[in-house]
Nanobody, 125 residues
Framework: VQLQASGGGLVQAGGSLRLSCAAS????????FGWFRQSPGKEREFVAA????????TYANSVKGRFTISKDNAKNTVDLQMNNLKPEDTALYYC???????????????????WGRGTQVTVSS
């Protein structure tokens, strides 16, 4: 599956952005999708994920209550709505997918086999 993330940009603290990940070349409903982010000099970290079939979701504690992940099976897209953005949310955001991910590994970047190019999110204070 090929993944293309979009929607990044520059926003002031407290603002909102909506990232979108378009998937192609695979059976969309059979994949679990995740969003990860990476800042310069830091490890790539988990942000949110949505499981295949049942659609259960999980979030990093740092974004819980502010970010919402959703998917549209008709459009083959996975969105990340980000509200109340903070300067520490500044990072390159990546969309990822995996077909064999179980609930206990949804937050593990090693479980995802397919990655898109990142989209930059910059939050100014």
């Amino acid at each position: 599956v090929q993944l293309q993330a979009s929607g990044g940009g520059l926003v002031q603290a407290g603002g909102s952005l909506r990232l979108s990940c378009a998937a192609s070349g695979g059976s969309f409903s059979t994949y679990t999708f995740g969003w990860f982010r990476q800042s310069p000099g830091k490890e790539r970290e988990f942000v949110a994920a949505i499981k295949r079939y049942g659609g259960s979701v999980t979030y990093a504690n740092s974004v819980k209550g502010r970010f919402t992940i959703s998917k549209d099976n008709a459009k083959n897209t996975v969105d990340l709505q980000m509200n109340n953005l903070k300067p520490e949310d500044t990072a390159l955001y990546y969309c990822a997918a995996g077909s064999t991910i179980i609930t206990s590994t949804m937050a593990s970047k090693e479980a995802y086999h397919y990655w898109g190019r990142g989209t930059q999110v910059t939050v100014s204070s």
